[in-house]
RNA sequence: GGGUGUUUAGCUCAGUUGGGAGAGCGACGGCCUUACAAGCCGUAGGUCGCAGGUUCGACCCCUGCAACACCCA
């Protein structure tokens, strides 16, 4: 076999896997499936999806090869606003605004968009191993789940779940749509709190002082606010104040919202640009004064002044004029949240207008119900939580968006403004009973992305039809996913899929944690530290990343920050290793965590191991290529048995760890079974048989079938995690070893026997061990070469390690490399020798005139120590009444064994401590 | 302000019914031992955030505090 080469191997695999079409669901088996959190279709793969599809992946690949008749669903998302924003910057860089091209041209231009990056999503993911089923993948925005999103859309609105209002929603004034609450983020920022004073109507040379962080909406208030305990403004409440820089009175209201510490405890009410104040403005029906244009400008509502101000100009004239009239009381610098549209960055405006909403409180309850009963499970558990508390308090969901791209809502007016919802303009026509004659014209509004989204598991298997594939694959089984997603999706899919299919999308929800660069940090492109997967796949050269990090960014003076920090964290680039050590990764560090701190230096590890299983599978192909092998359990020693043993724990331990969701767990049994059993112990412990010509055939030819065999099985275990180099090893193994299979994709998985864990092979292994890791010790502590032979001498061993030595003379032979090894003769005196313990036996390195005296006895003076500080805590224990009275028997009679086996230690230790000094 | 989570070796993290503190990387020392130097052998390093409590016994359970992170308002 040539050098590991990840780079190699990898690709050619997956074009053989998929052409073979080893990805489609077959057989009879129970059917398992997940459909793939659509990525958006013109998007990249970060590392947050390359973590959670690798997850994904084992998954899908454990039970297929368990017999399942398994379903990856695939599919992208058409991603509304994301996708039309790079259009509209396309445009932009032409001179261009949608608006120049219409909706049908700027529609044709975004699936222009699509067809051409639409392919590197899906290549990424190939490249990944991703074993999903391409033949049935689906696009949100393609025929049949366009006709599931109507479907939908109208079966609400008939149950009277969809309705369209004027309501206060949130408002992105460069994109001019709306947005749901989940679309905005906000953040602490710095800003300002004016304190203005409004005069009594009654008597203008007093007035009320209001608090206000933005004074320029004060041009669309209808009221000012007290709490209608606070003794202040008791006499204040039903009189009225003059609006300045406008000729309106408004009046003053009591309402316990109102919180008395902010501010004065008088606060100004304006109900058509905050969501406090509206519901407010609902309560005491106040008047809704819209004093903006959709850009944010001031509109007509307000003075003549400020009309055609954008809202912070406004906000800087509102505050001159009043304080040139002696309105403003004082000026405080103030922290307050600061609303930003997540896509675009820039600052909401709570605003008016008409907008499609899904009534939700009927559709939550069933859905929370799902998870109390325990139909979905979340996996952590504790994730629950944060689903019952967005539930329990979950406000109507906007859903129109004002935008071009995405599923337009089925919805037309005649001229009268009547609506009626349909399926299409036909449908309409005939359920009313509309004559030709009366012209209808469709809502010109999208819905959110998330519509479509939450339909996912069923309308990608071909809902409204009752088609096989929804029969047999939904529910799907496991969703995963990261805990940001929980809001916006993984809740309304519950909704949306038990209102219309009557079971759940998915039983259980595996909740990743987030992966994030080593120094903690969420990865993005504004911080530039994010990172390609294909670039821990493929490498990358420092100065690649470092153009990679700082182009195209939208704050250009972050780059050279970016640089440096990336010049630090990879000086020399990052290297290629491969899918197989980059998945592993994943699985090693998927714990329970909430954030994962990506260690490129882990990758480095994982790629060591497998590199490690590739030499390891090269020994055993060398060792028995053109040579006779049989299984021959009679023939086979005890090594075998013991690493067959070891095979079995080990496959308990992955498939327990899976169907548990312990991805971490897997890797770390896979990982110290190969590397520390397989490869540091069996291997080496078939040297000396497999190279003596003393040995008898049937056993070499035994242990030839052992090596192939566990090498195997081993194969088949670590499939699901690294399948590219498991497949190119297993295709080497001989087919009388390996079943006369194409792919090891379609092979069974491993199941553990227990009666093939020889608990006697285990703890003779374990003997052998203690003994050559004892003599290692000794040359390590001497720094005495391998090179070099040295006596090895045992003495107070039990029958039973006499037994031992005389069966496993050979072997200890070759790890130990002893110029002679031996009993010490009953009544010889010992001779002054560096020593070690093992269990009441002790072995004896005589070592005359090589022995360094002073560390020997160092050595023994810190291992007496140590055993001293563990009797003392042991005599302490089986000393004190409580703990022997109380504790459980097997505890107590566990600790007095240990008291019995310290003393004897220790009396052991200070005898050779005493023989060392007696040394001259 | 409310909620959730985290705090274990220099770094990144395991530690699943409360009963002997672990791994990988890094550090140090020694090895080209015919699968692998992307390797092998060995060594050092931790009052398990702080303070109480429960218990015969606490990294683990309870209370409080601190720091950090995320979510919600």
């Not at 990898?10 to 398992?32: H, I, K, V």
């Not at 279709?41 to 039970?63: E, N, P």
């Not at 009544?827 to 005296?853: C, F, N, Q, R, Y």
Request: proline share 5%; net charge negative; charged share 30%.
């Amino acid at each position: 076999m040539d050098k590991y080469q990840p780079q190699d191997i990898e690709q050619a695999w997956y074009e053989t896997w998929e052409t073979n079409n080893y990805f489609a669901p077959s057989g009879n088996g129970t059917p398992f499936s997940i459909a793939i959190p659509p990525p958006n279709v013109t998007g990249t793969l970060h590392m947050g999806h390359a973590f959670q599809h690798s997850l994904v992946d084992s998954l899908i690949r454990f039970h297929r090869m368990k017999g399942d008749n398994t379903l990856w669903q695939m599919g992208t998302d058409h991603a509304g606003i994301a996708t039309q924003m790079i259009v509209t910057e396309q445009l932009a860089a032409e001179g261009k605004r949608p608006t120049d091209l219409g909706r049908e041209k700027f529609l044709e231009r975004v699936w222009e968009w699509k067809e051409t990056s639409g392919g590197t999503i899906t290549s990424q993911l190939r490249r990944l191993g991703a074993s999903l089923h391409w033949e049935t993948e689906r696009f949100t925005l393609d025929e049949g789940l366009s006709r599931a999103v109507l479907e939908v859309f109208v079966r609400l609105y008939e149950d009277g779940l969809i309705y369209r209002g004027k309501r206060l929603v949130n408002w992105d004034p460069v994109l001019k749509t709306s947005l749901s609450d989940l679309e905005v983020e906000s953040e602490e920022e710095p800003g300002h709190l004016w304190h203005l004073r409004y005069p009594l109507a009654d008597t203008p040379d007093q007035y009320l002082i209001v608090a206000t962080t933005r004074p320029e909406t004060m041009l669309g208030d209808t009221a000012v606010a007290v709490h209608p305990d606070d003794e202040r403004y008791t006499g204040l409440v039903g009189k009225e104040v003059i609006l300045p820089l406008t000729d309106r009175r408004i009046p003053v209201i009591a309402d316990p919202y109102v919180d008395r510490e902010f501010g004065t405890g008088c606060v100004k009410i304006t109900p058509a640009h905050d969501f406090n104040d509206y519901d407010m403005g609902q309560r005491h029906e106040l008047a809704l004064i819209n004093i903006l244009n959709d850009d944010a400008t001031i509109n007509d509502n307000a003075p003549q002044k400020y009309r055609g101000l954008d809202r912070f100009e406004a906000r800087k004239a509102v505050v001159a004029d009043l304080e040139r009239l002696g309105l403003l009381e004082k000026t405080e610098d103030h922290k307050l949240p600061v609303p930003r549209g997540e896509r675009s960055g820039v600052v909401i405006e709570p605003y008016l207008s008409d907008q499609w909403f899904v009534k939700i409180k009927p559709l939550a309850e069933p859905a929370i119900k799902a998870v109390e009963d325990g139909d979905i499970e979340f996996v952590p558990r504790n994730y629950e939580n944060t689903y019952f508390v967005w539930m329990r308090n979950i406000q109507d969901w906007n859903i129109s968006r004002q935008q071009w791209w995405g599923h337009r809502i089925p919805a037309w007016y005649d001229a009268d403004g009547n609506v009626y919802v349909a399926r299409s303009e036909q449908e309409a026509r005939a359920q009313h009973d509309l004559s030709d004659d009366v012209v209808l014209s469709q809502d010109d509004d999208v819905l959110d992305t998330w519509f479509s989204s939450a339909l996912w598991t069923f309308s990608t298997l071909g809902w409204p039809e009752q088609t096989p594939e929804l029969e047999t694959f939904h529910s799907t089984d496991v969703m995963v996913t990261g805990h940001d997603i929980i809001t916006f999706w993984v809740s309304r899919m519950i909704m949306m899929t038990l209102k219309f299919i009557g079971e759940v999308p998915f039983k259980k929800i595996y909740v990743t944690g987030m992966v994030t660069d080593a120094e903690g940090q969420k990865q993005s492109k504004s911080r530039g530290n994010g990172l390609d997967p294909l670039d821990i796949i493929d490498g990358i050269s420092l100065d690649d990343l470092i153009a990679k990090r700082t182009d195209n960014l939208m704050q250009p003076r972050m780059a050279e920050r970016i640089a440096k920090n990336t010049r630090k964290e990879f000086p020399d680039g990052i290297k290629a290793f491969g899918t197989d050590a980059l998945r592993f990764t994943f699985y090693a560090i998927a714990t329970r965590s909430r954030t994962i701190r990506f260690d490129m230096n882990r990758v480095e590890g994982y790629r060591n191991f497998c590199n490690k299983l590739w030499n390891a599978a090269n020994y055993v192909f060398l060792n028995t290529a053109d040579k006779p092998f049989s299984q021959n359990d009679e023939a086979a020693d005890v090594v075998d048995r013991w690493i067959v043993a070891e095979l079995h724990r080990t496959i308990a331990a992955v498939n327990q760890a899976m169907e548990t969701y312990r991805f971490d767990l897997a890797a770390k049994a896979l990982y110290e079974f190969i590397w520390d059993e397989f490869c540091d112990w069996y291997v080496e412990l078939t040297k000396p048989i497999l190279n003596s010509p003393d040995v008898p055939a049937d056993l070499i030819e035994a242990k030839r079938y052992t090596l192939l065999s566990v090498l195997e099985q081993i194969l088949r275990l670590a499939h699901p995690f690294i399948p590219f180099m498991t497949e190119e090893i297993w295709q080497q193994i001989p087919a009388q070893v390996r079943s006369q299979g194409k792919t090891i994709m379609l092979q069974a998985y491993p199941e553990s026997d227990a009666a093939r864990i020889d608990e006697q092979a285990i703890s003779d292994v374990a003997w052998i061990k203690d003994v050559v890791t004892g003599s290692r010790n000794i040359r390590g502590e001497m720094d005495i070469s391998l090179a070099k032979p040295i006596p090895v001498i045992f003495s107070n061993g039990s029958d039973e390690d006499q037994r031992r030595l005389e069966e496993y003379r050979s072997l200890l032979t070759f790890l130990i490399r002893p110029s002679d090894i031996g009993w010490l003769e009953p009544d010889a005196p010992k001779p002054p020798a560096s020593t070690h313990l093992i269990g009441e036996m002790e072995l004896l390195v005589p070592l005359a005139g090589l022995i360094d005296k002073d560390a020997e006895i160092a050595r023994l003076d810190k291992e007496i120590e140590r055993k001293e500080k563990e009797q003392q805590r042991t005599e302490g224990k089986v000393g004190n009444k409580n703990f022997v009275e109380k504790a459980p028997p097997e505890v107590v009679a566990k600790e007095r064994d240990k008291l019995t086996e310290i003393r004897s230690a220790l009396a052991k230790l200070r005898q050779q401590r005493a023989d060392v000094v007696e040394l001259e």
